[in-house]
């Protein structure tokens, strides 16, 4: 296994969840990693992403709520999710990533970690 996500689980609106995605060594020298949701019925969309020299990029459906960071010395790369609303909950998974117009993934990935918002 070499990316595995968790941390996942049910919170209020406006609450905050920690995802973690734990990942090899090899992944974390040489490629990027971010963070991807899916809803069923709706396209997975890339909402953060952090290259190996510490840049951060974010959907701008999470800008501002969410936080991504990474440590090298516990090959982990974390998701702080605050104020979180009904329509963040999906499926999250971590992932290698690359940003162009969009943040998109570059083919390895973890298993999802369910997220669900509501009251």
């Known amino acids: 296994v070499q990316l595995q996500a968790s941390g996942g689980g049910l919170v209020q609106p406006g609450g905050s969840l920690r995802l973690s995605c734990a990942a090899s060594?090899?992944?974390?020298?040489?490629?990027?990693i971010g963070w991807f949701r899916q809803v069923p019925g709706k396209e997975r969309e890339g909402i953060s992403c952090?290259?190996?020299?510490?840049?951060?990029y974010y959907a701008d459906s999470v800008r501002g709520r969410f936080t991504i960071s990474r440590d090298n010395r516990k090959n982990t790369v974390s998701l702080q999710m605050n104020s979180l609303k009904p329509e963040d909950t999906a499926v999250y998974y971590c992932?290698?990533?690359?940003?162009?117009?969009?943040?998109?993934?570059?083919?390895?990935w973890g298993q999802g970690t369910q997220v669900t918002v509501s009251s």
């Open positions: 992932a290698t990533c690359a940003v162009g117009a969009s943040i998109y993934p570059t083919g390895y």
């Open positions: 952090i290259m190996s020299g510490a840049n951060t």
């Open positions: 060594r090899f992944l974390l020298d040489y490629y990027s």
